[in-house]
């Protein structure tokens, strides 16, 4: 199913750097009516409310937190379109003693935060009539990567769930949309030694692109693009096929 973004009420998690800040940036470019900037930190996005005034609105959650998540229903009441973008990746030896804390705090987030997020907010969405989810996951829900194990193995899980979501959703007239970017030029990228990615920008106008074409998968940057090019068979195959 088509959503242009045109009159959209959005709400983007992680909103105030990254990809994150670069899909507000990119949805109000599109004529997006009003996007909920939904952050852990409200002083961290002053220079978005400074710059877009009354077409954006700063609401505090903890992505970790499911009563910080469950409060934003009566928040956003007019959403269209929700952006899980919010995610943690921490360096964590496989083997290590601390590695259940690791991959706990990061199922927390990226796993969990999903599947909170779309509980208390795909109803409002299906109360308006429709819109689209959208998940950001990674390349490395495909394919685990050494040393980000429990990122991979978060990413994973959610990209799973992000195919429940598509079939749950399918009649409800929400579409999904499901990210998958390799290395982008974010903080997260240079925590794991990739300075130099595609734009974050260059990801939000994709996602724009996709959602506007009705896609499943996005695989928006030069990297993914080679993921795509293996798993396309396989998708087609088994996870978009009816």
Not at 142 to 169: P, R
Request: no cysteine.
């Amino acid at each position: 199913m088509s959503v242009s973004i045109k009159d959209k009420v959005a709400l983007v998690t992680g909103a105030n750097r990254g990809i994150g800040k670069a899909i507000v940036e990119a949805f109000i470019e599109q004529g997006a009516k009003k996007v909920y900037l939904a952050v852990r930190d409200p002083e961290t996005t002053t220079e978005l409310e400074f710059k877009h005034a009354d077409k954006v609105q700063t609401l505090q959650v903890d992505m970790a937190n499911a009563n910080s998540i469950a409060a934003l229903a009566d928040k956003v009441s007019d959403l269209d379109i929700i952006v899980n973008n919010a995610g943690v990746l921490e360096l964590t030896n496989l083997l290590e003693d601390q590695s259940e804390a690791a991959l706990d705090k990061q199922l927390s987030v990226n796993l969990y935060g999903l599947l909170r997020i779309s509980n208390a907010l795909v109803p409002v969405i299906e109360k308006n009539g429709g819109g689209a989810l959208v998940q950001l996951n990674s390349v490395a829900s495909i394919k685990n990567f050494s040393g980000v194990d429990f990122y991979s193995a978060s990413k994973a899980a959610a990209y799973s769930i992000t195919q429940g979501l598509k079939e749950k959703l399918k009649d409800k007239n929400i579409t999904v949309l499901s990210v998958h970017p390799g290395p982008i030029d974010t903080d997260m990228a240079a925590q794991v030694g990739f300075p130099d990615g595609a734009s974050p920008a260059s990801v939000a106008q994709a996602i724009v692109s996709s959602l506007n074409a009705g896609d499943f998968h996005l695989f928006p940057d030069p990297v993914s693009k080679d993921f795509e090019s293996a798993y396309q068979s396989y998708s087609d195959a088994l996870i978009t096929a009816e």
